[in-house]
């Protein structure tokens, strides 16, 4: 870092081997090290809608900075590189963005994944300058360092856009394991009360049905319905089950819901993540995009079988854990490996994840109007009996010992990465938020909950949260984050009162 100038150079690389590709979206710019840079030059027409036959076509210009292959810091650059896609009548922005970034990928001879991320840089500008329609970007700035490009904490203005969705739900799931049953009440309350979701909790083991009186189980249950007034549904799997697996993928069919509309939005979350910003779920969002895919590139890539993504769609299990970092060389059609999307977060209307996940409206009506109950139950267990076989399906791990198996542990996130990559939409009807690691997270592998909470986007609650040394170092973030609001009080008292009661049940 170079504190007396305000531009950062974000990364570095002596060889074309150990080459680090980093994004700058507020300025449409990506650094691929010393290889060399490139930026969106001009953006003309840029409407998130396809455009009509009569439109005049605009193009997208790129221009790349490159030095030769295995160069020096020292050897200077190369005369610039120029991308140029048109936009086709009926084409969106997304799609000609696409198409851009894969030419840039080749003329680095990167791959698919590493097309994706330039793709999203540039996504994120064009979303962010669609009112302006001949913005041009700054020349792209060389030294002999490499291009320079601003620190990933500019701000990001508000997208114009169409109203919110009439209903936003955040999906969580647990078993009856303490560790993340007690977060359960208090994560749907930060959801309904600071982030302006409903809470959907979908409690996943036949013991839910009806829990022994003053137990944990049972504090959980009145906690969420009687105070949170969270939308409650429990899958009544058996221990035959993997309860664990089942709770992970029931999120990707929470469609199936009772009382879930095509048109309600839905958004996957974890039991033991604790959302933030309000902005980053709600106004800094795309909503006339079809998914929303947070943080989608924080997971090394999953490989493909030899079929290829269609093969992937049908049967996850044969996507599997550790692939290549980084592909290079090859092509991006060549690419073999699947962009590993986090489960924290996916957002879709359920219309969407009934596209998604295979699911018929008709069928679905013909079995309810049959008198057929639990469809999210069938479903999610026929998923984990189709992709990981009888015997491992109804193998249950106890207490959600999640890495006894990585494979079993990962499946919701590889059945997730499948069926979107397969999607129609993918990727120009997306949008993949910007995260920027443990920048913007306070996470429970170094917990330190800091003075402000700005520019902070969630919080993984440490484990278990119930215990006293674990409760008293979450609570002063819960008590940070309510703070500002009307009733703050009130609400920490609440929180209070919950965790004491889970404490005296579990004690007994």
């Not at 320079?148 to 856009?161: D, G, K, N, V």
């Not at 490996?337 to 209307?349: E, K, N, T, V």
């Not at 009506?365 to 008198?371: A, H, M």
Request: proline share 6%; with cysteine.
């Amino acid at each position: 870092r170079e504190e007396s100038k305000p531009d950062v150079v974000l990364a570095q690389a002596l060889s074309f081997r150990v080459v680090h590709l980093v994004t700058s979206p507020h300025r449409g710019a990506v650094s691929f090290g010393a290889r060399g840079g490139c930026r969106l030059q001009s953006l003309q027409s840029a409407s998130s809608s396809p455009l009509p036959s009569t439109s005049p076509r605009p193009s997208l210009v790129v221009k790349c900075l490159m030095r030769p292959l295995g160069s020096t810091l020292e050897a200077g650059w190369e005369e610039e590189e120029v991308v140029e896609v048109e936009v086709v009548a009926g084409q969106s922005i997304g799609a000609a963005l696409y198409a851009a970034a894969v030419e840039v990928a080749q003329l680095f001879e990167l791959a698919r994944i590493e097309a994706l991320q330039i793709w999203q840089c540039f996504d994120e500008y064009a979303t962010h300058h669609q009112h302006a329609p001949h913005q041009h970007a700054p020349h792209l700035h060389a030294s002999h360092e490499g291009p320079r490009y601003p620190t990933p904490a500019t701000p990001t203005p508000s997208i114009p856009q169409s109203a919110t969705p009439p209903r936003r739900w955040a999906v969580m799931a647990a078993n009856d394991n303490a560790d993340y049953a007690f977060y359960l009440p208090i994560v749907a309350y930060i959801w309904q009360r600071v982030m302006g979701y409903s809470a959907l909790v979908l409690l996943v083991g036949d013991v839910w049905l009806s829990p022994p009186p003053h137990s944990r189980l049972a504090v959980v249950v009145a906690a969420l319905r009687e105070q949170v007034g969270a939308k409650v549904q429990v899958i009544a799997s058996d221990a035959s089950f993997n309860t664990a697996a089942v709770a992970q993928v029931a999120r990707l069919y929470a469609c199936l819901a009772d009382g879930i509309q095509d048109q309600d939005y839905l958004l996957t979350t974890d039991a033991d993540l604790i959302p933030l910003s309000q902005p980053h779920f709600s106004t800094l969002r795309n909503w006339n995009r079809s998914i929303h895919l947070y943080n989608a590139f924080c997971c090394a890539p999953l490989q493909l079988p030899e079929g290829g993504i269609e093969e992937a769609k049908d049967t996850c299990s044969k996507v599997q854990l550790g692939a290549s970092d980084v592909l290079r060389g090859g092509g991006v059609e060549a690419d073999d490996r699947l962009l590993h999307l986090p489960i924290s977060y996916a957002g879709a209307a359920a219309s969407t994840w009934r596209e998604l996940m295979g699911l018929s409206h008709d069928e679905e009506r013909t079995l309810r109007e049959s008198g057929v109950t639990q469809l999210l139950r069938l479903a999610v267990e026929a998923r984990l009996l189709n992709d990981l076989g009888p015997e491992r399906a109804r193998m249950n791990l106890g207490d959600n010992h999640r890495h006894a198996d990585m494979d079993m542990w990962h499946l919701d996130q590889r059945v997730l990465s499948a069926k979107v990559a397969a999607w129609e939409g993918f990727p120009h009807d997306t949008e993949m938020t910007t995260r920027y690691g443990h920048r913007d997270r306070v996470d429970r592998m170094h917990w330190l909950v800091p003075e402000s909470l700005e520019g902070y986007i969630d919080a993984h609650l440490p484990q278990p949260g119930f215990s006293r040394e674990n409760w008293e170092a979450t609570r002063p973030l819960l008590q940070q984050l309510l703070q500002p609001l009307d009733h703050s009080t009130e609400m920490l008292a609440w929180i209070d009162k919950y965790h004491s009661a889970f404490v005296a049940a579990y004690a007994d």
